[in-house]
């Protein structure tokens, strides 16, 4: 890391640092990061801040709820988050915008190119976008479920130089470090593999969500759109020192030289296969070259997806082919599969349009 060369990042807060002691919201430790926050922008380097906090900060009106249901955690988001963002507000000299999302808007092309544009525009007109899950309306299959994938997601929609995860932790130890006295801080990893995933384990609070694997995740995320990804500790103000000077306070994840071009990060990333459609063995079609996919072509389909959504196109024996955006929902593809008389199916398709469209591909090499 050289000094703060970062022209916009994206700064994740963690839940613990929020609210504590799940007693409403605290600024003791984020007066350091709302600090480090202003003197990125005072340098000229524009911020989004992704914030847990919203189901810590609404747990202490739900009174003696040890452990709370889903549906009662979405009740504590829904009282917590008006209060998390006005204790980040008054933090604050210039003026703040809430976003909430789930991963239903961000794996939906329009939508998500919407969330890009009002981040940017947020920017441009010198506003801190706070951006958070709809955790009280969002469903299982509609949801990131944790920040830290969420925040990596935000940071490729922002177009990021760096991630900052801000945790109750200094980054990544050989193992928890709330468990192990002898575990060690990796100062930086330039290739996660299997043996990094399996130091990280889940989380040991109660209102933390994914622990250190999610933040690994993310980390995933982030680098192999080119972005630079640190984990550190929130609650200790030389974080935010070292940080402006340059220094690696954490657990610095290192990007990759070459990023993956926009659309299949996206697809790999954000949006996720919902399903796949399996070509012939001997399938040669140049998918990016207008060379359509026919029903012909697929002899199965996996998944249960709907027009619009992310699917893998791989053949038989497992070559993956590209991630593209269907036009048809798994169940009209399957109904098409199903049609003994072809010719009733090539009407289908003939005025349905394209199974995948070429504006939508990414290639796997
Ligand atoms: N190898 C590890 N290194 C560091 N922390 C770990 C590791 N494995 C599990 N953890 C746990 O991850 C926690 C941080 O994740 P989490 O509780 O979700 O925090 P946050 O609210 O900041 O997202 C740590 O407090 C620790 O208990
Ligand atoms: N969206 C949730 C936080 C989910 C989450 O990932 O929490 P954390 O592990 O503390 O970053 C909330 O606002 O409570």
């Known amino acids: 890391m050289a000094d703060l060369h970062w022209k916009r990042i994206v700064v994740k807060v963690g839940s613990a640092l929020i609210a504590p002691h799940k007693q409403g ?34 747990w202490h009106r739900f009174n003696g709820i040890d452990t709370p249901s889903v549906s009662v955690k979405k009740a504590m988001a829904a009282a917590g988050q ?10 604050f000299d210039f003026p703040t915008a809430q976003l909430l999302v ?6 939906n092309r329009e939508r998500y190119i919407s969330i890009k544009n009002t981040i940017f525009s947020l920017l441009e007109h010198g506003l801190l976008p706070i951006i958070n899950e ?34 109750d932790v200094k980054g990544l130890y050989t193992k928890n470090p709330n468990i192990h006295d002898d575990a060690k801080l990796i100062k930086q990893v330039s290739d996660i593999n299997d043996n990094i995933y399996s130091m990280a384990g889940g989380a040991t609070s109660d209102v933390g969500t994914g622990g250190m694997r999610t933040k690994i995740e993310a980390a995933e995320k982030a680098i192999s759109h080119g972005i630079e990804t640190v984990i550190v500790n929130g609650f200790d103000g030389d974080t935010f020192t070292q940080l402006l000077k340059g220094q690696n306070p954490g ?19 954000t949006s996720q296969a919902q399903g796949e459609l399996i ?28 027009v619009g959504d992310t699917v893998l196109v791989r053949k038989g024996d497992g070559t993956k082919l590209a991630k593209a955006r269907s036009n048809y929902s798994s169940c009209l593809l399957n109904f ?21 469209s070429d504006k939508n591909i990414a290639i796997l090499e």
Request: charged fraction near 20%.
């Open 251 to 269: 657990t610095l994840f290192t990007p990759f030289e070459h990023p993956m071009q926009e659309h299949l990060h996206w697809m790999t990333h």
């Open 82 to 91: 008006a209060d998390m963002m006005a204790t980040w507000d008054k933090l």
């Open 134 to 167: 709809n955790d009280a309306v969002t469903t299982d299959k509609l949801k990131v479920g944790d920040n830290d994938n969420l925040s990596a997601m935000v940071a490729a929609a922002a177009d990021a130089d760096a991630l900052i995860i801000c945790s």
């Open 336 to 356: 098409i599969a199903e049609q003994e008389d072809r010719d009733f199916a090539n009407d289908v398709q003939q005025k349905t349009g394209a199974i995948i």
């Open 25 to 58: 919201c605290s600024s003791h430790y984020l007066l350091g990061i709302a600090q480090f926050i202003a003197n990125c922008r005072a340098n000229g380097c524009e911020v989004v801040l992704v914030s847990s906090g919203s189901v810590a900060a609404g």
């Open 279 to 306: 070509v012939e063995n001997d399938f040669d079609g140049n998918l990016d070259q207008h060379t359509p996919l026919t029903s012909d072509d697929v002899v199965a389909v996996t998944g249960n997806f709907s």
């Open 102 to 107: 789930t991963h239903g808007d961000l794996r």
